[in-house]
Nanobody, 120 residues
Framework: QVQLVESGGGLVQPGGSLRLSCAAS????????MGWYRQAAGKERELVAT???????NYADSVKGRFTISWDNAKNTVYLQMDSLKPEDTAVYYC??????????????WGKGTLVTVSS
C-alpha cells in the first residue's frame, strides 16, 4: 500500500505565504514525479506544479513567480511554497505522484487534499 498525505493548508491573508507538504509512505520503491493540483469550488481540478525525479519543474502560468515546488528525496516528500497568495488561490490542493511500489510499476497516486483559503 502507498499513501500520500498532505499537510500545511489553512487560512491566510492576501499577500501571505503558506508551505504545503506531501509525504509518500508505504511500500514505495521509487518515485518518478510528484505534483500539486488544486480544485476551487465549482471548478475543475487544475495543474499547479510538477517536478520530476531529475528536478525539472513545471508551473501553471497563474502561479509562476509566486509558487515554488521542491522535493526531498530522502523523505519522499514534495513541498509547495506559496508566496504572494491571492484570493483566487483559494482551493483544495491535492498532491499526486507516479510511484513504483513493491507491487505495481509507475502507478499514479493521489492524496486526499488540504484546503487553502486566502481571505482577509
Amino acid at each position: 500500500q502507498v499513501q500520500l498525505v498532505e499537510s500545511g493548508g489553512g487560512l491566510v491573508q492576501p499577500g501571505g505565504s503558506l508551505r504545503l507538504s506531501c509525504a509518500a509512505s508505504g511500500s514505495v520503491f521509487s518515485i518518478n514525479s510528484m505534483g500539486w493540483y488544486r480544485q476551487a469550488a465549482g471548478k475543475e481540478r487544475e495543474l499547479v506544479a510538477t517536478i520530476t525525479s531529475g528536478g525539472s519543474a513545471n508551473y501553471a502560468d497563474s502561479v509562476k513567480g509566486r509558487f515554488t515546488i521542491s522535493w526531498d528525496n530522502a523523505k519522499n516528500t514534495v513541498y509547495l511554497q506559496m508566496d504572494s497568495l491571492k484570493p483566487e488561490d483559494t482551493a483544495v490542493y491535492y498532491c499526486n505522484a507516479h510511484i513504483t511500489s513493491t507491487s505495481y510499476f509507475n502507478t499514479l497516486y493521489w492524496g486526499k487534499g488540504t484546503l487553502v483559503t486566502v481571505s482577509s
